[in-house]
């Protein structure tokens, strides 16, 4: 299958919205660490939230793409948010059985899956050298996490949540390249958002986490959560998947834990340690060459995945 030149360019650079995008979803563990509220409520409010926000704008300028979506853009797009709200569930359900570290580094791993997906469905390949930078970027990883590994009898079920949490990510990212080639963004993620709202609200109840009341200030978090990392952070990955792989917002989002450490020392003041500097600048390093070698592939194409979803 063929590769397509895209006709429609986008109107800012998308390297460079990524780039912005692991800004804003540094944010999430802020947001979180601050909310007084059960895990999941969290997660449920932050993406309720969001799609009440994005409810005026998407049926003032997607209803009739809303109305006009086909059965299978719908279960696809559906599907791609119980992927997104599965990672939520089994991530945070991770850290009650496993360390922070351990849970973070197998969550990280998901660019792995990504990169095989996006060859073996969109046949989107990755030069030597890019593939390089993203195992150098899940190498950072690893390091920033080691200082804080522990083992403890729950401690493989834990890591085998997180390590779930890894593919259900990487299925999210995949079917929103797939989809994002032909769907605009505001109907797109608010059937996503919405189907993972719901997921998370039915995990909430079963689980028997109340819905409120919480601190006033905990709603603030909750609606913060909403409009910087999600709006901010994982609805500008989702615009950015119409213009470039989705291997460069996978390897991309490895970012986040820098930007993550950089607010925690202005907010909290806790300094990094000297394996989460190695680890960060390890990071950076491979970000820097794998974005570089997406980059000098030529021009930002689409690829002939529209086929397969339409």
Known sequence: MSIKQKTDQPIINPYLAVLLGVTGAGFSSIFTKLAEAPPLIIAFYRLSFTVLILAPFTFARGTGELRQMGKKDIILASFSGVMLALHFAVWIASL????????????????????????????????????????LAVLGSIIIGVSDFQVGGQALYGDLLAFSGAIFVAGYVLIGRGL????????????????????????????????????????????????????GGHTVFNWALKYVKAAVVSVTILGEPIGATVLAYLIFHQVPTALQLLGGSIIIAGLAIFIWSSRGEGKVVESCVQKKFT
Request: proline content about 7%.
């Open 180 to 231: 994002r080639t032909h769907l605009s963004l505001l109907p797109y993620i608010f059937v996503v958002y919405g189907m993972a709202s719901l997921v998370l609200f039915l995990s909430a109840l079963l689980l028997g986490n109340r819905l409120g009341p919480y601190p006033a200030w905990t709603w603030i978090y909750f609606l913060a959560l909403a409009l910087v990392p999600t709006i």
């Open 96 to 135: 009650n059985y496993t360390s922070i570290a351990s849970s973070t580094v197998l969550v990280t791993m998901h660019p792995l899956f990504v990169i095989t997906g996006g060859y073996v469905f969109y046949r989107e390949g990755i030069r030597p050298i890019g593939l390089a930078g993203a195992c």
